[in-house]
């Protein structure tokens, strides 16, 4: 039989072997949870994957919007990996200028051209500039570096090499991007150990603050203490805004992996409104739950899909 806890000034635990603790009533959750295998509604895997905890909003926040900026400026900044590659040009001769053709793209309110060259083995290339005086049939000087050749003092591309911009474009929605992959796989971990996690009960420890705050409110993390069937005591920790319901004093229901307790969720820990049906012996949720989680993922995909439309043809609006 599993030793009970004595919560002491809300802070400590004993853990009474031979003397009887009064604890106070086992809360009814106890009595409803049945052993591994449980199930998990889909609604509460969604609620896990893309909801779990503070870290995902935020990252679903800044990758969405973040999203909204590569749609516009990324297209320009990709079109610049030529001149990353290709950057110790040397003189390569003449060349002659068969087409000028006037795009879409300015850069300080100045128009850019594109340049269609002869090449000297005859072949056909391309080149962009602003500002630059030249005229089809013109004879100009060329550069070359590897095989690739262009019009001395022209870019291969119509923004020129990229380098703190594109930084800037991408930043946001990559760092939002690695808190919903932290938050995803955490509840990953979640989901599994509440379908074959074996039933403990935490007593809280203590808690303490983190550097992440909502609402001028520190975000806190949570230590509690449980015993494992095999009379193991392990830690296990969550974060919460709200700490009320989890520091109560009653002992409070988790699940862990008997091969490696260190693994551990708690259920008060996880998104509010998850419960179990004893008689179905499913986790289950209300599917309006999961409204910001699929509308996150949604308009995700959307801005995926535009983005890689825009870069296909070259970007929605031109730079001015």
């Given at each position: 039989m599993q030793n009970d806890y004595k919560i002491i000034d809300g802070k400590k635990y004993v853990l009474a072997e031979d003397e009887n603790v009064d604890s106070g009533p086992e809360p009814e959750i106890f009595q409803q949870l049945t052993p591994p295998p449980r199930s998990v509604a889909l609604p509460v895997r969604l609620l896990l994957?893309?909801?779990?905890?503070?870290?995902?909003l935020f990252g679903w926040i800044f990758t969405c919007f973040g999203m909204i900026f590569c749609i516009i400026f990324l297209p320009w900044t990709i079109s610049s990996i030529p001149?990353?590659?290709?950057r110790n040009f040397e003189p390569a001769g003449k060349g002659k200028v068969v087409d000028v053709v006037e795009t879409s793209m300015k850069v300080n309110n100045a128009k850019v051209f594109r340049y269609d060259f002869e090449q000297p083995d005859g072949k056909q290339a391309h080149c962009f500039a602003s500002r630059a005086r030249i005229d089809v049939g013109d004879k100009v000087d060329l550069e070359k570096s590897?095989?690739?050749y262009r019009i001395k003092g022209t870019s291969l591309s119509m923004t020129g090499p990229f380098g703190v911009f594109t930084v800037f474009v991408v930043f946001f929605p990559c760092v939002g991007m690695g808190f919903v992959l932290y938050g995803v796989f955490h509840g990953r971990k979640a989901i599994a150990l509440l379908e074959d996690g074996e039933i403990g009960r935490g007593g809280f420890i203590d808690e303490t603050p983190t550097n992440m705050h909502v609402n001028g409110r520190s975000v806190m993390k949570l230590h509690f203490k449980f015993e494992t069937s095999d009379?193991?005591?392990y830690d296990a920790y969550t974060t919460a805004l709200d700490t009320s319901t989890l520091k109560d004093g009653s002992l409070k229901p988790l699940f862990y992996d008997p091969m490696d307790p260190t693994r551990s969720v708690l259920l008060d820990g996880l998104p509010t409104g998850i419960r179990f049906d004893e008689f179905e012996q499913t986790f289950k949720t209300s599917?309006?739950?999961?409204?910001?989680?699929?509308?996150?993922?949604?308009l995700f995909l959307v801005e995926a899909?535009?983005?890689?439309y825009s870069i296909s043809i070259g970007g929605f609006l031109p730079i001015s």
């Open positions: 994957w893309f909801n779990y905890g503070t870290m995902p001149d990353l590659t290709h590897g095989t690739v009379g193991g005591v599917i309006f739950r999961t409204v910001l989680p699929v509308f996150f993922c949604s899909v535009a983005l890689a």
